[in-house]
């Protein structure tokens, strides 16, 4: 009986080059991992689009490590990256339309970007100056940052509710990951889904890791199957082709639109970094699965097919890389000079109107 | 006018207030476990569903995670969701959802999100019920920070205070006596009179004050009315409002009184009657001449329905503590 | 948009004359519903053991009915009734061997009395005079009866697991409704089960009903369809054929004994009483719902097969009625003489040695 | 033999715990979230996998109550679970399992059935850690009938609490304070010493006594080295044993010292603060000469890094309550 008590599991045997939470059922490829086209390459993107997703991608992984090193120097508390997930993010919040509502979990900067939420403001969660959501949620259609797993689903099906009641052309997409599907809260939002028909996708970054618990340790069955189960549509799709990607959401979105109800994405990907800057990947994971997975990574991939059509050459992306380094450091310096929150903060959103004993406690704290 | 008021159910006037929040504001919506077709295992969601329709009031799978969860997005959507836990102990399921989210979406957000989530239970004991059925939540709820707790004693209190969480902005967690469900009382029904927050002095009374709240009011005024006949005056306060507390009638009626007995069924240890003798010490200690007593459930599991009347506060135990701190 | 909302929902249309929730992917069957044979009916029992299983189906109906009587006259608290899902009970308890360990909800009444659970102290539940599992249920291997519905899938996947740890050739089985799939317990279950390959058999009675809430509205997939998401079987039975119950069980033990991990076992059947004493069902279904759901019935079906085969006969079968009747006199009487426990036994094994308050308590309560 | 005693820290002294508990049981299971191969992200089971093999220690899916209901069955399997929730708030997920069935199984089995269960966790807050990383669960699992609770704040006791948890036949909640995981204390590991129910004077003093538990232990004596230098003489309690808790000592340090301060991290309101008086209330009332004061949490969510400062008790506040109640 070969199962999760035997120790000599299958992380050994390591045959083909690409991740092995991959294998299993073939994901859904507009472009090979060599940039070549995989498949009808037409998402309905024009140029401008096009190259604004690579730029977006370009921008992520910039910020990501900037992120990374900020927290180095004392500027972040715990930072998750996501370098590799770029466009497994990217591809899926640019296909959404701005009347569509994102539930993130803790990891999604990338995707914070392309809804147009304040990075400064986001990364205030990082740095430990406020929970949730110190931007602006209804603002730009995000909602705040989650760390209990899974629990933003349920959020994310409920405003699809809400949406069908209001008959609002429009749909969420909560995202989670392949460790966070493990939870009841993955199944009763999805169950709660398929009942009520929500316009809302569920979007799950299978990233092969859940710190450092292996996508085999975390379930025998691939997550996408699932959706069999509730009765609406699963796919899976290659989450480091940003094509690919785009197309699967779109669909999805436009399903939901349409009054089709929900569907399940797994995007297959990898997290190229530690779970988080307090992690060490080192104690659980081989490097040379990472550089195996750098192999694959999205954006070289994207890139080499946008330069093939011709959409973006050395020129252009030297112009981006100078534009990303400004807006990068801008942000770094946004970060650093962002001071502590007032104290009475802790106090003041609690409740509409302050019970007696919280209003007592603010004025002792504040000294009043 | 006929001199004989008419009286109403407590189910009757939950059931009223759910109606009027529903005829009232086009946002509200009530949903949960066989809330719509069948109306609800004590009917309290009774023909709401054929007046309103099956967008407003609708069955849920049993998911009760799921279920709050929902509420928390539907939120976001501008929606208001009274929302129903089956029994009491099926919402431990939701704390989760409840604590994490449900309290805490507000501040997260700097007050731009309100959580409009009324999560309304039958709780307590007293109608030997099976096992889970007779559980005191309270102390989960009122421990946790963001929520406000309420237990309507009466038919009025119970459509007043129900209306009142339901448009409150913040979320509320409504615990229905189930015991008293059926009890009889005015049938005035009006938002008018007391907010969340504030307690009610039931009885007057100077020899000591009992505090208590849910199916446990009438049993103490069945017990101040035994001691009534012994010459013994006690004031019975109806807390209603479990969190927040109020702690200014609370104290003024120690400070008339001097002793205090606390009665309610959750189990002693961190019961509420813990929280009420702390803000008694804090705010009263020098009025305060016998120690606080607490009449409460014994720190076991709810016990089975052959076992539940030796469990609960009863008339004699809750006029023995009167009396030993009257004595003191 | 047709989902859950809208008033006019697929209960209105009934043109099959079969519950409406066996839709779908067509149940496994051995026996046809008029008792003819619908496939190889050799499901590996004896004609002893083909007897004895209509006797628990007579005995256990018998018995259910009386609870009912005891209950209207309040000798039992609620009660809830399983009349029509004597054979999704019973052909799956008959399967188990005695080192199996059954978790059951509140309604296997019939599966305990196939495990050797004594009828009066597993009544001693319904009658209000304990708590959980009067009964041993180590002797019987028949877990406490559980009310938080599907909070004992886990339970029978630990103990699997614990079967595997000890490399006992033996399963468990959890017996859950259509309704407490919902539930988050459900999924972590048996996503767990996957990945520990636990010898264990999930068995779900899809009997339509959820208190009011038909399956349509539980789920908008199918149940037994999950397993395939989890990386396991799923196999959907009549939960009205006796012999399909027993053979699809059986399957499941035997792949759990060779360490081939969970199945998941969809029994369609129908519960033809409300959902408890407590309960109007007329409040929520149509009569003629039921009557129809009668022609399907699993006893006679059974009964039927076994007489054509020559199995019994009417002689053997008022034997047997008079035989019955006075078990179920016995019960009867048993259940009705049981006191109320005495008050102290509400402290005695919260803790394997009461803490001092308990110890207080208790001597408050006893006046000593 | 050194003069120097060697020191080990709290982390060291839990793994020690495990491994021994798993040395010397072959029927003890370590599972949870990321225990097995990376040895737990504060590496309390660090090398346990290694040592044991996958089949004693393993990694589970994120799923706490299927973690916890499996540790349920496992029990009826013979199996001793030890198992972690990654964070005290991951710990809400499980709660359903954990009142219904962990806490009520040997009761529903008239103790056939025996949860030797530990659930540990990282508790409190204190390393400027996420949101819902910082949280003091205890109310919720103290108020819960059936469950013993036991925090430690030094390495010994962390290495004989949860050494006698695993051997407890009842199960218990094990909350490690994680601000001092890393601080070292005495190297000399042993079972012998206080039981589960025994809480310690940490330092003796005849002013005042300070009723505190986990991180706050170290903080009430900074608190009480400061008020020495005033001629305060301050006696501090670690309470170590949350559920029970040792009333006797309790009543005993307020009738010798009179006075009496509660401190925690958790929020005031039903905090085990309320306990602490409502039993000091109770049994010491005659030598009560102030009234008990609280310094604790605040009844807000656990606030960001940046505030928690100002959130958690400090040195000020513990040294201002406790000159308070001396000079009433
Ligand atoms: C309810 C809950 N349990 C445990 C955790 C601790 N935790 C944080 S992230 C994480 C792993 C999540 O894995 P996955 O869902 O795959 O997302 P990824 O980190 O790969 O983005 C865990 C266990 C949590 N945040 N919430
Ligand atoms: C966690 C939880 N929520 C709600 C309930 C109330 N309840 C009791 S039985 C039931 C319906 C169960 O339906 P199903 O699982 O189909 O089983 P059936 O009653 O049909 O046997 C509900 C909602 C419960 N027991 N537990
Ligand atoms: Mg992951
Ligand atoms: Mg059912």
Excluded at chain 1, 239 to 249: E, H, M, S
Excluded at chain 1, 265 to 282: L, N, V
Excluded at chain 1, 319 to 342: K, N, Y
Aim: net charge negative; with cysteine; charged share 25%.
């Amino acid at each position: 009986m070969l199962s999760a008590f035997d120790e000599g599991d299958s992380r050994g045997i390591r045959v083909a080059s690409e991740p092995e939470h991959w294998r299993g059922t073939e994901p859904v490829r507009v472009l090979a991992p060599d940039g070549t086209a995989a498949g009808d390459t037409d998402v309905g993107l024009g140029p401008d689009e096009l190259r604004a997703m690579l730029r977006y991608m370009l921008l992520a992984r910039r910020l990501d490590r900037e992120c990374i090193a900020l927290q180095r120097q004392g500027e972040l508390t715990i930072y998750p990256g996501f370098e590799g997930q770029e466009a497994a993010q990217i591809g899926s919040a640019m296909a959404l339309g701005a009347d569509d509502f994102v539930f993130p979990t803790f990891r999604e900067l990338a995707a914070a970007l392309v809804r147009g939420v304040d990075a400064v403001q986001y990364l205030a969660y990082h740095r430990g100056t406020w929970h949730g959501g110190p931007y602006d949620p209804m603002a730009t259609r995000f909602a705040p940052i989650c760390i209990p797993v899974a629990t933003q689903i349920a959020h994310g099906v409920g405003y699809a509710m809400g949406l069908a009641l209001d008959e609002t052309r429009a749909c969420s997409l909560a995202y989670f990951g392949d460790g966070s599907a493990s939870e009841g809260d993955f199944h009763e939002a999805a169950n709660l889904a398929g009942v009520f028909k929500a316009p809302v996708i569920l979007f799950c970054q299978n990233n092969g890791w859940a710190i450092s618990v292996p996508t085999a340790s975390q379930t025998a069955g691939e997550i996408w199957k699932r959706a069999g189960g509730y009765g609406f549509p699963g796919v899976r799709v290659d989450g480091n082709d940003v094509l690919a990607v785009y197309r699967a959401t779109r669909e999805a979105a436009d399903r939901a639109y349409a009054g089709e109800g929900p569907t399940l994405i797994e995007a297959m990907t990898y997290r190229i970094g530690a779970h988080s800057t307090a992690d060490d990947a080192g104690r659980y994971r081989d490097d040379d699965e990472v550089e195996r997975a750098r192999s694959f990574d999205p954006i070289a991939r994207y890139r080499t097919w946008l330069t093939a059509e011709g959409h973006v050459d050395d020129e252009l992306l030297r112009e981006w890389h100078a534009e990303i380094e400004d807006q990068v450091l801008a942000i770094r310096e946004g970060v650093i000079a962002q001071p502590a929150p007032p104290v009475e903060w802790m106090f003041d959103w609690v409740y509409a109107d302050a019970p007696p004993a919280i209003a007592e406690q603010r004025r002792e704290v504040l000294g009043v | 006018m006929s001199e004989i008021t008419p009286e109403i159910t407590m189910v009757a006037a939950l059931n009223a207030a759910l109606r009027d929040a529903l005829r009232d504001d086009a946002r509200v919506l009530v949903f949960g476990q066989d809330v719509g077709r069948s109306g609800g295992v004590f009917r309290v969601t009774d023909g709401l569903q054929a007046e309103f329709g099956a967008r407003r009031v609708f069955d849920t799978p049993i998911s009760e995670a799921g279920i709050v969860g929902a509420a928390v997005g539907l939120a976001f959507a501008g929606w208001r969701s009274v929302v129903e836990m089956q029994f009491d102990a099926f919402s431990y399921p939701a704390l989760e959802q409840i604590i994490d989210h449900v309290a805490k979406m507000r501040g997260r957000t700097r007050g731009r999100v309100d959580m409009p989530i009324t999560i309304r239970m039958p709780a307590f004991g007293g109608i030997k019920g099976k096992e889970h059925h007779g559980e005191s939540p309270e102390t989960y709820y009122v421990h946790t920070a963001g929520l406000k707790v309420v237990s309507p004693s009466t038919p009025a209190d119970a459509y007043r205070l129900l209306r009142l969480a339901i448009s409150d902005p913040d979320p509320v967690i409504v615990l229905e006596p189930k015991a008293r469900y059926w009890a009889k009382g005015e049938a005035e029904l009006t938002t008018d009179g007391a907010g969340i927050g504030e307690a009610a002095v039931v009885r007057d009374g100077d020899a000591a004050t009992v505090f208590t709240y849910g199916a446990m009011v009438a049993r103490c005024l069945d017990a101040a009315a035994t001691l009534a006949d012994e010459a013994l005056s006690i004031r019975v306060v109806d807390l209603r409002s479990l969190s927040p507390l109020d702690t200014e009638l609370i104290a003024r009626c120690v400070r008339e009184t001097g002793r205090a007995v606390v009665v309610h069924e959750a189990p002693k240890t961190l019961g509420l009657g813990a929280e009420v003798t702390a803000r008694i010490v804090e705010e009263a200690f020098d009025f305060l001449e016998a120690p606080v007593l607490r009449v409460t459930g014994y720190d076991v599991p709810y016990p089975p329905a052959a076992l539940e009347h030796h469990y609960l506060p009863s008339v004699q135990r809750i006029a023995a503590a009167v009396r030993q701190v009257a004595a003191y």
